[in-house]
């Protein structure tokens, strides 16, 4: 969620937007008064902080222009050296909350923003153990703390911008904020200002300072191109000789502005890009800092813990205290696919399975997931081959090693290898029958008197 925070003085303003920023908040701070009423009028924002300090009582004017905007939303008058009559002001003019900068804690900022739903947006956690995924997040990591500019490649679905997001997460040097943009949407009449930005006055109809793609990016730290191969041509070479000389100038503008954003691009696969149709110069930019993203049926580790986080995640989202349980069967089903769509596809049917789910569990029915294991046809893959036998043999071992020609010690180490538990394929009814065999002789054990 977005916050507009007008604050004229340096100090404080740094101080709380930094904090912010930290915890997770998309922060505008603005120090000029003409600025802060335009932002208010132009663009849109889910609370503001206002400072009501001022002689000549500018942030009350604010304030009153936000409230006229939209009165349900979160307008917190912030002060230095408060005058009761000004405060007494701020909340008849509809601010809902005063905040002390000098003796207030930002915790208690903090817990005022959450407490009007105002919510730090936060990435997902990390949670892929396979060691193909974990592999791409060093390499990206690594070129990143050197400042390279990237192209992460992947099925569609697969997770570029969700790798992307996380960089700030797994050991580089700063925070990040995060500006995608697709390059189709950049293929408009006036493509060029949308990604450097306009000066005031250079066409008739620009009124204003208009800020680009990649000023924006400054702002917030990464710049995350998707389907790079789209691009424009024209601007191709522009944003060669962005990420070359590290400056960009606006449209109708001479001064020059250094970019300091971090830049990734993204694509399905490197034979999208046409060395002949692509700009070379860019094309050489990108083409030696490649990062593979793999698919998610070769990173079955992957499967459970990341539908466990969706879960999660979407929970918290729609305001569900107790989180569904993932069944041994809904398991059993979801390693078994072989997910062509990849994590938003895992997505989508885990959300959907929990917004269908009853008695808080998630079972193999409540899965929107069309089933492979009855097919005759063998797969060629070893978990494809491990999955169809032991569906087959119903987790029988010493069956699925018959037909597979190999040993106790290789099956067990195919099975750890692929994340694969066999017992996930024994029929209900012989796992309750052992359950019960258990209990009825800790029934009839003999007992201590």
Not at 4 to 27: Q, S
Not at 126 to 149: D, F, Q
Not at 270 to 285: E, H, T
Not at 399 to 413: E, F, N, S, Y
Request: hydrophobic share 35%.
């Amino acid at each position: 969620m977005k916050i507009l925070l007008y604050e004229p003085d340096d100090r404080a303003g740094e101080t709380i937007c930094h904090a912010l920023h930290r915890e997770g908040y998309d922060v505008n701070w603005i120090r000029d008064f003409l600025n802060a009423k335009s932002k208010i009028l132009d663009e849109r924002y889910d609370a503001s902080l206002i400072e009501i300090d001022d002689c000549e009582k500018q942030g009350l004017q604010l304030i009153e222009s936000w409230v006229r905007q939209d009165p349900k939303l979160l307008c917190v008058a912030i002060y230095r050296e408060q005058d009761a009559e000004v405060g007494f002001h701020a909340c008849r003019l509809g601010s809902q909350e005063i905040y002390e900068i000098e003796y207030g804690s930002l915790h208690e900022l903090d817990r005022m923003l959450k407490r009007y739903k105002v919510l730090a947006r936060r990435p997902q956690k990390y949670r892929h153990k396979s060691e193909e995924h974990n592999r791409a997040v060093r390499n990206l990591t690594n070129l990143i703390n050197h400042n390279k500019p990237v192209l992460i490649t992947g099925e569609s679905g697969s997770g570029k911008s969700f790798i992307a997001e996380h960089i700030h997460c797994n050991k580089t040097d700063r925070d990040y904020g995060f500006e995608e943009v697709s390059c189709a949407d950049l293929d408009v009449e006036h493509g060029m200002e949308l990604l450097l930005g306009v000066a005031r006055g250079f066409r008739k109809a620009v009124t204003n300072q208009r800020k680009g793609i990649l000023a924006k990016a400054n702002e917030r730290g990464l710049l995350f191109l998707r389907d790079i191969a789209m691009l424009p041509v024209n601007l191709m070479d522009v944003l060669a000789n962005v990420l070359e000389k590290g400056e960009f100038r606006s449209v109708g503008s001479d001064v020059s502005i250094e970019f300091t954003a971090q830049f990734i691009a993204s694509c399905n696969d490197i034979a999208d890009i046409n060395p002949k149709k692509f700009n070379r110069r860019l094309y050489d930019i990108l083409i030696h800092n490649v990062v593979h993203i793999p698919p998610l049926r070769d990173c079955p580790a992957d499967i459970v813990p990341n539908a466990r986080q969706i879960v999660e995640d979407y929970c918290i989202l729609k305001g569900i205290e107790t989180p569904p349980v993932i069944d041994s069967g809904a398991i059993l089903k979801i390693t078994s696919h072989n997910w062509p769509g990849n994590y938003r596809e895992l997505k989508n049917c885990i959300e959907n399975a929990v917004s269908c789910c009853a008695n808080g569990q998630i079972k193999a029915e409540d899965l929107n997931i069309q089933s492979q294991a009855n097919t005759e046809s063998v797969p060629t893959d070893r978990r494809g081959k491990l999955i169809f036998y032991l569906t087959k043999y119903n987790g029988k071992k010493v069956d699925v090693m018959k037909a597979l020609g190999i040993t106790a010690p290789t099956l067990d180490k195919w099975l750890r290898d692929e994340s694969i538990d066999y017992k996930l394929f024994k029929k209900k009814k012989e796992r309750n029958s052992k359950r019960n065999n258990n209990d009825r002789d800790n029934e009839y054990s003999p007992q201590r008197i």
